[in-house]
């Protein structure tokens, strides 16, 4: 992996020797300029992942390097140097586009911190940058689109909520969009620029997603080697989605409650408060008020969650949107993968319009998406889905009506990996199932 450019701009030159030596030996390449103008140029022309630049500089000063960063465009995360006096200084290029300052005289530890900070923070700049560009390009706007009562309401609450730094809780059934409407929360409001982080809460223990949400100090536990920085202070003054937030157990729920009362807390293993200003979602398919009373979610860390609320319906409350769903999903599955598809049958029409959809319209995506991909016809049929036990896929999929339905679900694993060129991740994508799950079907087959 390519190591990191970093550009040292210091009038010292025992400070930027210092600076350069410290990073260096933490595995950087390094480059040094005497002061602000040649540091300039040397980022317009080279460009640097991260600059190390000092506040009090001639002809050129910190501030000066900050700005035109800035105003420029270039593509770099900056980090200030000041002493005690000139905090106020480092106040304001934080507040004109740095990421970080360090207070002179730094230990190399505090130096690679900030430094390893902002580069992280680029990191997730970066993916956001990709990630607005999918959703410009392929984002499933049509998901949260709809000519029902139920959709038109929440449409109207991301509208009047984005703006506000309110922490929203997002209810729903699987697979009803919700993770799209904290984007939506996200990407129209004030913060769109900033990181959007997320937290599967469901996926780690305890202790994992303690470390994952707070960070940890160097030698907190056992196989903690270095700090890690947590979601919370990675997503300042952005938004963190907290995602199946009702998942997280009681012995961590009062520290997050305090994390969102009070926008502090501590690192794991640590004792210095951290405050940021990090913008919550989360969501949740679960009856909440039923988990109280249980005594498996404290009370008022439902209060402090249940700040403002939005509810997603199930599609099979909303089938006035399933038409306009249909028609997205098929154009982008076409387009994706280069299939002359140009509609559906009426009958099909009807079979969607008539199906309960139990997992929402992330069914009704994988459905369209699995069936572009098998189908050789112009127009997709009922045969072409496979919606519940009784349905048969076609005999486009190389598949026949009167085989049970373990041989369907081989001949159907099979035909996908064909398509997708043996890539298992591809393929499970596809079929909606998990890499692990797919592999063990294989192996099922091979005995």
Known sequence: MAKSRILVIDDETLMREYVEEALVRSGYDVTGATNGRDGLQLLRDKGFDAVVTDLKMMPVDGIEVVRCIKEEKLDTRCIVMTAYGTIETAVAALKGGADDYILKPFTPDVLELAVARALERGRIAEENRYLRAQLNRNYDCKALTGRSAAMRKVYEAID??????????????????????????????????????????????????????????????????????????????????????????????????????????????????????????????????????????????????????????????????????????????????????????????????????????????????????????????????????????????????????????KQLIFKTLEYCKQNRTHAAKVLDISVRTLRNKLKEYSQ
């Open 160 to 409: 009047k909520v984005a703006s506000s730094r309110a922490t929203v809780l997002v209810r729903g059934e699987s697979g009803t969009g919700k993770e799209l409407v904290a984007h939506a929360l996200h990407y129209n409001g004030p913060r769109a620029e900033r990181p959007f982080i997320k937290v599967n809460c469901a996926a780690l223990s305890a202790g994992l997603l303690e470390s994952e949400l707070f960070g940890h100090e160097k030698g907190s536990f056992t196989g903690a080697h270095e700090r890690k920085i947590g979601r919370f202070e990675l997503a300042d003054s952005g938004t963190l989605l907290l995602d199946e937030v009702s998942e997280i157990g009681l012995e961590l729920q009062p520290k997050l409650l305090r994390a969102l009362q009070e926008r502090e807390f501590e690192r794991v293993g640590g004792v210095t408060s951290i405050q940021v200003d990090t913008r919550i979602v989360a969501t949740s398919n679960r009856n909440l008020e039923q988990a109280v009373e249980k005594g498996q979610i404290r009370e008022d860390l439902f209060f402090r969650l249940n700040v403002i609320q939005l509810v997603l319906p199930p599609l099979r409350d909303r089938k006035d949107d399933i038409p306009a769903l249909m028609d997205h999903f098929l154009e982008r599955y076409a387009r994706e993968n280069a299939r002359k598809i140009t509609g559906f049958a009426p009958e099909t029409r009807a079979l969607f319009l008539d199906y309960a959809w139990p997992g929402n319209v992330r069914e009704l995506q994988n459905a369209i998406e699995r069936a572009v991909v098998l189908s050789s016809d112009k127009v997709l049929r009922p045969d072409h889905f496979l919606l519940g036990a009784a349905r048969r896929p076609s005999g486009d999929a190389g598949l026949t009506a009167g085989v049970t339905l373990a041989e369907i679900e």
